[in-house]
């Protein structure tokens, strides 16, 4: 089975070019950085969202899709649950979305809402990767 690489995503420029949309005050920093350098910088809460289209439109029904990235929080009790990525369909319905919730505990919501929690897997200024399969409804 090959795989095709549908997009990529940096902040080497030292800017947020590749977004699709932002709000509040994310924006690409230089203080704090795993590799490079920059990175992306989105304080937590609700009004700061970076939204970047990592899947084009159309009907891609069975096809699987595969995301991949580094968080670091600086505190793992924030004050209200933060959302780190939300997955959607082709069709712009959610498919999932990662939740870091106040305990620190990470929530893994499918829209079926039958969620999955894994307790504390988070440590508090380290570079965390976590890599996302699944396959489009």
């Not at 089975?1 to 949309?21: D, I, K």
Request: aromatic share 8%; hydrophobic share 40%; with cysteine.
């Amino acid at each position: 089975m090959a795989l095709t690489l549908n997009n990529l995503t940096g902040f080497e420029t030292g800017g947020l070019e590749e977004a699709q949309s932002t709000v509040g005050s994310p924006s690409a920093q230089s203080t704090v950085v795993r590799t490079g350098n920059y990175a992306l910088n989105c304080p937590s809460g609700a009004t700061n969202q970076y939204f970047w289209p990592i899947i084009g439109a159309g009907t891609d029904a069975g096809q699987k899709r595969i995301v991949s990235f580094h968080v670091r929080f600086s505190s793992l009790a924030p004050a209200t649950a933060a959302i780190i990525f939300i997955a959607n369909e082709p069709a712009g319905e959610r498919a999932f979305s990662l939740i870091l919730e106040t305990d620190g505990d990470l929530l893994l919501n499918p829209s079926s809402g039958l969620g999955t929690t894994v307790t504390n897997p988070f440590t508090v200024n380290t570079m965390h990767r976590i890599d996302i399969l699944w396959e489009e409804a």
